[in-house]
């Protein structure tokens, strides 16, 4: 059975960090793409970053750029988002999804159609 889990979310100050992962289980960490995305009331899921196999090709969206790094460790069958220098506007429950080889993570963006399972979610929230 395919899984995602999504950990590490809480409230947070302004400029602090938080570090997601996403620990997957039932299936081989090491054929898959991994994305986050992120959801905030009443806005449209938004792609936030990527990385596919090996981890050779990265995404991250523009308004996190210099902030957000993403990571893999395939022993661990786990996907890190770290997040520093937080604001307000990312403020959002944020998912992490599977894409198969090849699929969903570009160089310019990612496509969440081409994710195929997802997590529950995790929510972040950062105010003063």
């Known amino acids: 059975q395919v899984q995602l889990v999504e950990s590490g979310g809480g409230l947070v100050q302004p400029g602090g960090s938080l570090r997601l992962s996403c620990t997957t289980s039932?299936?081989?960490?090491?054929?898959?793409?991994i994305g986050w995305f992120r959801q905030a009331p009443g806005k449209q899921r938004e792609g936030v970053s990527c990385?596919?196999?090996?981890?050779?090709?990265?995404y991250l969206a523009n308004s996190v750029k210099g902030r957000f790094t993403i990571s893999r460790d395939n022993t661990k069958n786990t996907v890190y988002l770290q997040m520093n220098s937080l604001k307000p506007e990312d403020t959002a429950v944020y998912y992490c999804?599977?894409?198969?080889?090849?699929?969903?993570?570009?160089?310019?963006?990612?496509?969440?159609?081409?994710?195929?399972?997802w997590g529950q979610g995790a929510q972040v929230t950062v105010s003063s």
């Open positions: 990385i596919n196999i090996p981890g050779r090709r990265t």
């Open positions: 039932g299936f081989e960490l090491d054929y898959y793409g």
């Open positions: 999804a599977r894409a198969d080889a090849g699929y969903g993570c570009y160089a310019n963006h990612q496509s969440p159609r081409e994710f195929d399972h």
